[in-house]
């Protein structure tokens, strides 16, 4: 919901940022600065019309209400779209846009020296979404093999439609997804001589409820799997803030973080019909031992969960005017980190338990709330030199921070050994150690040309310890697995990334970037080898997604979703047309994002989480009028309707290659038309 409506600009920051942005910042993040009041009076509105009837909308209003004093900024925005894949059952699009939201500034100067910053914004959603569609039914006759099973019950026009391109389900009703995201910051700015003291005091609520028919079918076999979660938190830095041009330039500061997940999800479904007819089919439903499914009976869960998180920290940064050419970069953030859990699965009211279904492991448990504690310190280091007023050269050297968590998804499953009143037992099974990456970097920068090129080139070299990934555990005993995150071991992400922007010329830009990144793990523990576990108490573990459920190790393979070449090409030419004084433009981009894999298998198997290479063609050309308050223009997005999918996965209640896929609505040509108006 963080539609990019009124914004100032966008920074892309890579490596660890924890330094001055605090908590799980491991490996870069993106930083969205929104625009702020205007002294005079502006108006900017924004509509645009294109393929599958989406509308997007959004309009600000800037200006003084107090001159000198007081100046506000409101910002709005909607934005609604037909959905794009079709439930035959139901009749209905989905995976469409519906959302809408408001943002507000008020920029207070009470006092000579004194800036008062207040921000409010609010956002709503309201969809028939998110499904997935199947790439591949288990059958016989595939690689890897397996017996079908949710095959043997889908709708035959969507079994012979399954496929990368798929865009059909049949399933008894529609999924739902509701959110709402509202928060209010207060920033004072207080100028203390030449230094700047600075408060920023924040709340931040979410909320979520969503649903849909696991099973895509239209027998009743999950047909219920309902989700709610409530995020709040509350932020405080207190910082201050150097001159610039000395000798020593710094900022230092101290931070706190308060945050309450609750979280709440029911299972449901009529198993007995169709795991009876799989069974009398020849294929094997693991179950509990000597299990009758009575065909009336429906089976349920409802797992409630909490997680809070609290951080304290402390930081500094500091960069040291060595001389004109030369500075070095020294800081540091000390993080106190508390995480606790607390954790109750039950068995639907009226419903036997899934422990019915899938066995005593899986059945009802209560746990004493379960706390996690550490303390980090983590660093910055670098040298920059100017090679001369357009051109420099720079290294640097930063350890992040990705603080610890403990495991709260649906099948908590505790193996022999573990007791489920012993909050230390448990600690030690369900806590996720930090993730720490050291990254080192080298690079140039420079302007030339009268400034009319720039270039960029960055090599980098980053190694995670403690890799949080998600994987599948296997507790012994059992014949199911479960999703659990835990501490992978060792990633590794090493390559470069260059940017060159030039202006050949008068009007014509061109952009284009190239990154190389080889992620790989270096070694990957898995749950197997976990701290402190005793061996018997260890479950088989496996990485998300490879269909089978054992052990294997995935040190030297690839990291899931990390392409190793990306590229993109931007041009934009704009010119005077005659004497009308109408400016033309004509700009298009080319982004190019190589082959990734969704899922691990062991070496020497045939990997089907796969997405092929592919490139992105858009294009747009449009006409300014009024020396720029008028801007009509036409775009194409994915000119060459190019299809890709974001995920690939196993699909549940299938059997070995079974895949679902998420397709998204990028991956297919979009025409529209767009009109801008500034005063």
Known sequence: MAELVDIERVEVLRGPQGMLFGRNASAGLINIITKMPTERLSVIGTASYASQDEIKLGASLSGAL???????????????????????????????????????????????????????????????????????????????????????????????????????????????????????????????????????????????????????????????????????????????????????????????????????????????????????????????????????????????????????????????????????????????????????????????????????????????RVTTENDNLSFRLGLQYDLNPDANVFATVSRGYKGPGLFNGLDVVL????????PDQLRTYLAVRPEIPTSYEIGYKASFWNRRASLSVTAYWTDFKDFQAQVVETPPGQTIGAFAVRNAGKLRSRGFEAEFNIAPTRG???????????????????????????????????????????TFDASGLPATNAPRITANIDTRYETSLGQSGLQGFVQGNVYYRDKVTFGLVPPGTFNPYVQPDFAIVNGSIGVIAGEGKYTISAFVKNLFDQNYVTSIFDLPLDANGGLGQFVTRDAQRTIGASVQVRF
């Open 415 to 422: 193996p022999p050994g573990i007791s489920a009143t012993d």
């Open 66 to 368: 107090i001159e000198d004093v007081v100046s506000a900024r409101v910002t709005g925005f909607l934005n609604r779209r037909d959905g794009f894949v079709t439930n035959l059952v139901t009749g209905n699009q989905l995976n469409n846009q519906n959302e809408y939201g408001v943002r507000g500034v008020l920029d207070v100067t009470p006092a000579s020296g004194v800036q008062v910053i207040l921000r409010g914004d609010f956002a709503k959603r309201d969809t028939r979404c998110c499904i997935w569609t199947a790439r591949s039914f288990a059958s016989a006759d595939r690689n890897p093999p397996g017996t079908a099973l949710l095959a043997n019950f889908v709708d035959p026009r969507v079994r012979a439609a399954q496929g990368p391109k798929n865009l059909i389900v049949a399933q008894n009703g529609d999924p739902f997804n509701e959110g709402e995201s509202y928060g209010v910051s207060g920033e004072v700015n207080i100028e203390l001589g030449e230094y700047t003291l600075t408060s920023l005091t924040g709340y931040r609520r979410w909320s979520q409820l969503d649903g849909l028919d696991s099973d895509q079918s239209t027998l009743d076999v999950l047909d219920v799997n309902f989700g709610s979660n409530e995020l709040r938190q509350v932020t405080q830095e207190l910082r201050i803030t150097s001159p610039s041009s000395r000798p020593v330039e710094f900022v230092a500061g101290l931070f706190f973080f308060d945050a309450t997940n609750d979280n709440f999800s029911r299972q449901q479904g009529r198993f007995a019909v169709s795991l009876a007819a799989a069974q009398a089919g020849g294929v094997p439903v693991p179950l509990a031992p000597g299990l009758t499914l009575p065909a009336a009976q429906d089976f349920g869960r409802d797992v409630n969960t909490r997680i809070g998180t609290r951080d304290y920290a402390a930081f500094g940064q500091a960069t040291i005017n060595i001389s004109d050419r030369l500075r070095a970069i020294v800081g540091g953030r000390f993080t106190r980190t508390r995480v606790y859990l607390d954790y109750a699965r039950v068995g639907t009211p009226g419903a036997n338990a899934f422990n019915f279904v899938l066995g005593s492991a899986f059945g009802n448990i209560d746990l004493p």
């Open 508 to 550: 014509l830009n061109v952009g284009i970037g190239f990154s190389y990144n080889d992620a790989t793990f270096v070694s990957f523990q898995c749950a197997a080898r976990q701290r402190g576990v005793p061996p018997a108490a260890n479950p088989a573990c496996t990485t998300i997604g490879t269909g089978v459920l054992s």
